[in-house]
């Protein structure tokens, strides 16, 4: 028995593998893994270094621009030892091998795509082939100060810099060098700026629009695909909340950064403005992402939550955007317990209901949507939503009616709740497990139907 690999519990690390012993009674990790953990977030997550970033593409293009100095040596040494060339060919390469020995191998690769995608997006700034590639080598060669020169100015009483030329044939031979060399790069480069580009134009060929969503005028657009945009900057300002924090965590966000486009749109003071626009597609992802707001924010914000993505809908997709009756029903509060129990009935009948409450409609519309775009919605959602002060009061609310049971540590600690054995089997929740120091909590998601059926005990309570 290999009693020297146990810790005083007699465990061994429980990382797949591993077989130090835990570090002690309370732990079920090794030092070496809970120093890991600790550190990176995960005890099989190495640390990263500045090495690491380089990614395939910059090593590709270290390459690129070393063999591009090899190229440019072994020139000039051919030439040197009396193989036959053009004088022209000789002094590029010179010139090359000065560039690649004293610049970044990135910076090269910037520069030289930045011209081709100037030249793709706005032709007219080069009047010719030969204009494009002399500004191309010029650029190229003035990153070394090597392609400068500097003189006394009498009159200026001061050293002026100049650039200092060389023969049009040695300029045209120097593009060569760089076209040559970077040719596929630029055409990769060139072919993705367009597609972003005709994005981008699809999305700016809009019909723009001012939405009522919970009593505040959205900023809106149809573009001729059909894609509906709002702006977000709008809501926030609705909120009373920091519109440049919730962009730079859009645009931090890999999902909801992939979908931003720039629109441009009338602002308030009836000037063009560049917008910041989400597909309606993404209200939901957004929203719920807006956390630690005060009570008076909350109700607002979970009016928006609950609105936000059939009213753009609506407005735009469904031809509703001059009935009167229709969006009236949108600036009229409702009850959100009453569109849970509407959603639920929904889903048992499996199809949409004709509600007698024509007001009722695009709020359980609303919520339906909202529940699809997420599957299920945490217990702090759900309270806030039917008007719990908490999730703590709703889990006591709940624990109290033999619904849900709480789960405890070894040392007595709370390691969140799970559905008691009669509610587990019903459809109501959906539970994550997860591990961090040692302790496994539980983390209780609710379904539409749970949503539903806990808004109608809090109806009965109530009532």
């Known amino acids: ?42 005890v099989r997550q190495r640390g990263i270094i500045d090495k690491d970033t380089t990614g395939q593409l910059a ?44 610049t970044d191998a990135l910076d090269c690769a910037a520069l030289v795509a930045g011209l081709f995608l100037l030249r793709d997006e706005e032709p007219g700034q080069f009047v010719s082939e030969d204009g494009f590639r002399f500004q191309l080598a010029r650029l190229f060669r003035a990153q070394t100060d090597l392609a400068f020169g500097s003189y006394w100015d009498q009159e200026a009483g001061k050293v002026k810099t100049v650039y200092r030329d ?25 072919a993705w700026d367009r597609q972003e580009r005709t994005r981008q134009a699809e999305a700016t060929a809009t019909t723009n629009a001012l939405v ?28 009373g909340i920091d519109w440049s924090s919730q962009r730079a965590k859009i ?9 931003v486009v720039e629109i441009t749109m009338v602002a308030q003071d009836g000037k063009q403005r560049l917008m910041t626009m989400l597909p309606k597609e993404m209200a939901p992802g957004w929203l719920f992402t807006i956390k630690k707001v005060s009570p008076e924010v909350q109700d607002k914000l979970n009016r928006f939550r609950l609105e936000c993505f059939v009213a753009l809908d609506t407005w735009f997709n469904k031809g509703l955007r001059n009935d009167d009756e229709v969006m009236e029903a949108y600036r009229v509060p409702q009850s959100y317990k009453e569109a849970l129990l509407a959603l639920v009935a929904a889903e048992e009948e499996k199809e949409r209901l004709v509600l007698e409450n024509q007001k009722l409609l695009p709020k359980a519309d609303a919520w339906t949507r909202l529940c699809d775009a997420d599957g299920a919605i945490t217990s702090s959602v759900l309270a806030s939503t039917i008007g719990v002060r908490s999730a703590q009061a709703l889990h006591t609310f709940l624990h109290e009616r033999g619904i849900i049971r709480p789960m405890r540590t070894r040392a007595g600690k709370n390691a969140g709740w799970l559905p008691t054995a009669a509610y587990s089997e019903k459809g109501y929740h959906r539970t994550t497990t997860e591990e961090h120091g040692g302790i496994v909590r539980h983390h209780t998601r609710w379904t539409p139907a749970g949503a539903a059926f806990i808004a109608e005990l809090m109806k009965a309570k109530e009532a």
């Not at 590709?60 to 070393?66: I, N």
């Not at 036959?84 to 000789?90: A, C, F, L, Q, T």
């Not at 060389?166 to 790069?185: N, S």
Request: hydrophobic share 40%; aromatic share 4%.
């Open 59 to 102: 090593v590709a293009l270290h390459q690129l621009h070393a063999l591009l100095g090899d190229r440019a040596r072994q020139s000039v040494a051919d030439a040197r030892s009396g193989r036959p060339g053009s004088k022209w060919e000789r002094i590029a390469g010179q010139e090359v091998a000065k560039v690649v020995e004293v």
């Open 1 to 42: 028995m290999n009693h020297h690999r146990h810790g005083p519990s007699g465990r061994l690390c429980s990382v797949p593998g591993c077989t130090a012993s835990a570090r002690n009674d309370h732990s079920h990790l090794c030092e070496a893994h809970r120093q890991r953990q600790r550190r990176h977030g995960h």
């Open 212 to 239: 009522t969503i919970a009593d505040t005028q959205v900023p809106a657009a149809v573009t001729q695909e059909g894609k509906v945009y709002f702006s977000p900057k709008a809501i926030c300002e609705s909120l």
């Open 166 to 190: 060389l023969a049009p044939r040695t300029t045209a031979a120097l593009a060569r060098w760089v076209v040559d060399a970077y040719a596929r790069l630029v055409g990769h480069v060139v």
């Open 251 to 259: 645009m931090t966000d890999a999902v909801l950064s992939s979908t």
